[in-house]
T-cell receptor, first 113, second 117 residues
Framework: GENVGLHLPTLSVQEGDNSIINCAYS??????FIWYKQESGKGPQFIID???NMDKRQGQRVTVLLNKTVKHLSLQIAATQPGDSAVYFC????????????WGAGTKLIIKP | DSGVTQTPKHLITATGQRVTLRCSPRSGDLSVYWYQQSLDQGLQFLIQYYNGEERAKGNILERFSAQQFPDLHSELNLSSLELGDSALYFC????????????????FGPGTRLLVL
């Protein structure tokens, strides 16, 4: 069935390097995407969102890229820090699902010292 | 701190029992959402309330129910508990003024960890 999925369940990155977390979606009608960060033992925390009329959006140290042609979403974290260690979820807004957010499985980001 | 509070933080109970989880949304938020997260899994949307009314239903079992009260706090009731119900239960809230929950940022509480023995 249709889903939002992540290419890599675990990503290890050297501290100070850039991290790229990928997400694929299959519903071309989706028009809103969000990235959340979930640290161990805590609730998900909003990082950044993007609407389908954009292909790039930047925040503080984070950039989200949306490629609607291949239905791909990525989260780039610049100069990764130990505090970035978490599970990152992408979520997709599906109009066919009454605007419910459909969540991906998550990617665990591990920062190597 | 997201401004969303949940109680209790931890709950241990036995199979067949019933529990109630409580959520207070951020001040001013009208929508409340409930999610279930099993170990190392993603979030499963259960149900959404907007200003006291049920707005959307996800993968919520018939043994589970929820409600949102006039003061906008919400409760999730889990009954006839099974071992597989052990999970983290998150509440989230959003402003709720747009047409759909998927268009708004949701702010999550710290969760309630339920363990069914």
């Amino acid at each position: 069935g249709e889903n939002v999925g992540l290419h890599l369940p675990t990503l290890s990155v050297q501290e100070g390097d850039n991290s790229i977390i990928n997400c694929a979606y299959s519903n071309s009608a989706s028009d809103y995407f969000i990235w959340y960060k979930q640290e161990s033992g805590k609730g998900p925390q909003f990082i950044i969102d993007i609407r389908s009329n954009m292909d790039k959006r930047q925040g503080q140290r984070v950039t989200v890229l949306l490629n609607k042609t291949v239905k791909h979403l990525s989260l780039q974290i610049a100069a990764t820090q130990p505090g970035d260690s978490a599970v990152y979820f992408c979520a997709e807004n599906r109009r066919a699902s009454n605007y419910q957010l459909i969540w991906g499985a998550g990617t665990k980001l591990i920062i190597k010292p | 701190d997201s401004g969303v509070t949940q109680t209790p933080k931890h709950l241990i109970t036995a199979t067949g029992q019933r529990v109630t989880l409580r959520c207070s949304p951020r001040s001013g938020d009208l929508s409340v959402y409930w999610y279930q997260q099993s170990l190392d899994q993603g979030l499963q949307f259960l149900i959404q309330y907007y200003n006291g009314e049920e707005r959307a239903k996800g993968n919520i079992l018939e043994r589970f129910s929820a409600q949102q009260f006039p003061d906008l706090h919400s409760e999730l009731n889990l009954s006839s508990l099974e071992l597989g119900d052990s999970a983290l239960y998150f509440c989230a809230s959003s402003v709720g003024t747009s047409g759909g929950p998927g268009q708004e940022t949701q702010y999550f509480g710290p969760g309630t960890r339920l363990l069914v023995l």
